[in-house]
């Protein structure tokens, strides 16, 4: 059983920073992978990026020269730096573990999730 806490949510103005934090507890057998979601009011759950150990990590078009992604696998931790935020980026975040890293943007890979944080971009 692997639970799954994310922080670091709030709110930020246009053009500003955040970075959210994915802490790990309890356990599950492999090495699992951090998938990075967000989910808009009214809107379907998206994918931002994925990462596993070597480290692999798949960024989509979301995140793509602003977003960066990082895991600390020692202390259970995986890391979302978002950059250059804009009102559309308004969402629940989602930290996510899995191990189909072949299927990683796919919220049905995932066997577990946080409850999510919220990010506010406006001024």
């Known amino acids: 059983q692997l639970q799954l806490v994310e922080s670091g949510g709030g709110l930020v103005q246009p053009g500003g920073s955040l970075t959210l934090s994915c802490a790990a507890s309890?356990?599950?057998?492999?090495?699992?992978?951090i998938g990075w979601f967000r989910q808009a009011p009214g809107k379907e759950r998206e994918a931002i990026s994925c990462i596993r150990s070597s480290p692999y990590i798949y960024y989509t078009d979301i995140a793509k020269g602003r977003f960066t992604v990082s895991r600390d696998s020692a202390k259970n931790i995986a890391s979302l730096q978002m950059l250059s935020l804009k009102p559309e980026d308004t969402a629940v975040y989602y930290c996510?573990?899995?191990?189909?890293?072949?299927?990683?943007?796919?919220?049905?890979?995932?066997?577990?999730w946080g409850q999510g944080t919220q990010v506010t971009v406006s001024s």
């Open positions: 309890g356990s599950t057998k492999g090495d699992y992978m």
């Open positions: 996510a573990a899995g191990h189909d890293f072949a299927r990683c943007t796919l919220s049905g890979t995932y066997n577990y």
